[in-house]
């Protein structure tokens, strides 16, 4: 089946400190999607990316599509206490359903 | 108003009873799906109904069995539940087929813990 990967598994950084995860899939991509999940909540829609290289951003959080659509990126800047969560990509072959990726957590150190 | 709802929120049970979890969206979405995550946070999907018809069958154990009475609820029976079966279980809901590229709106999960 479709695997869809991100590293790193955890993260700890101090506030004010920037943060990256990065999504990669064996397969390409039709389109990607990121969600947002805090301690004891539940996933969250942050985001949909669709076209080569397309970067979108939201505030401090920026999201990148890779060239070849076959891996994906969540910077977020200067990282604040509310940023804590596990953040999921999910990527989607045409025509097919998404598949999540293994996720990063995120702890922010006060 | 709760867009996707799920009960019970939590479900605490012995190895080999049987038990289920409903979910209802009133967000008028086509697709339904049920999620297991593990305590590693992995998110796995196990099934997905599109207007009451399976259309995504994971490999799960089938001792475990959807039933969608309608497009707007998709409920999931367990058999003779195991202590890998302890997870959080969450519902999830999307517009369109399930190969469409809408967003997918979660209930809250409901935690299953198996003595």
Known sequence: GQQVMQIPQYQHVQEGEDFTTYCNSSTTLSNIQWYKQRPGGHPVFLIQLVKSGEVKKQKRLTFQFGEAKKNSSLHITATQTTDVGTYFCAGQRAGNQFYFGTGTSLTVIP | DTAVSQ??????TQMGNDKSIKCEQNLGHDTMYWYKQDSKKFLKIMFSYNNKELIINETVPNRFS?????????NLHINSLELGDSAVYFCASSQGWGGSNQPQHFGDGTRLSIL
Do not use: E, N, Q
Not at chain 2, 66 to 74: F, I, R, T, W
């Open chain 2, 7 to 12: 009960t019970p929120k939590y479900l605490v």
């Open chain 2, 66 to 74: 959807p039933k969608s009475p309608d497009k707007a609820h998709l």
